[in-house]
Nanobody, 122 residues
Framework: QVQLVESGGGLVQAGDSLRLSCAAS????????MGWFRQAPGKEREFVAR????????YDASSVKGRFTASRDNAKNTAFLQMSSLKPEDTAVYYC???????????????WGQGTQVTVSS
């Protein structure tokens, strides 16, 4: 049984930083693309970032570029999302997802975590 468990969310002030973690089990972690998505109330789920498949750098959505960095530790079966300079518009439920193809669309990912709430106050 595949499980993805996010942690690290919370209530922070604008300008603060947070680090989200996603612990994976039940799948060959190193073979899967790990993506981060978010969904704000009344909005569609959107891609945020994922570690590059080739060189480990972070491929980020334009809305978070320069502020968020995705990474992974294959030895610990864990993915991370480092978020800095947080803004109120970053408020959302953040999800990690695992897929077998490199992509930015939610339908390209097979397994999903339950999500963790990030709230940024102004």
């Amino acid at each position: 049984q595949v499980q993805l468990v996010e942690s690290g969310g919370g209530l922070v002030q604008a300008g603060d930083s947070l680090r989200l973690s996603c612990a994976a089990s039940g799948l060959p972690f190193s073979r899967y693309v790990m993506g981060w998505f978010r969904q704000a109330p009344g909005k569609e789920r959107e891609f945020v970032a994922r570690p590059s498949w080739s060189d480990g750098s972070s491929y980020d959505a334009s809305s978070v570029k320069g502020r968020f960095t995705a990474s992974r530790d294959n030895a610990k079966n864990t993915a991370f999302l480092q978020m800095s300079s947080l803004k109120p518009e970053d408020t959302a439920v953040y999800y990690c997802a695992a897929g077998s193809v490199v992509g930015v669309s939610s339908y390209e990912y097979t397994y999903w975590g339950q999500g963790t709430q990030v709230t940024v106050s102004s």
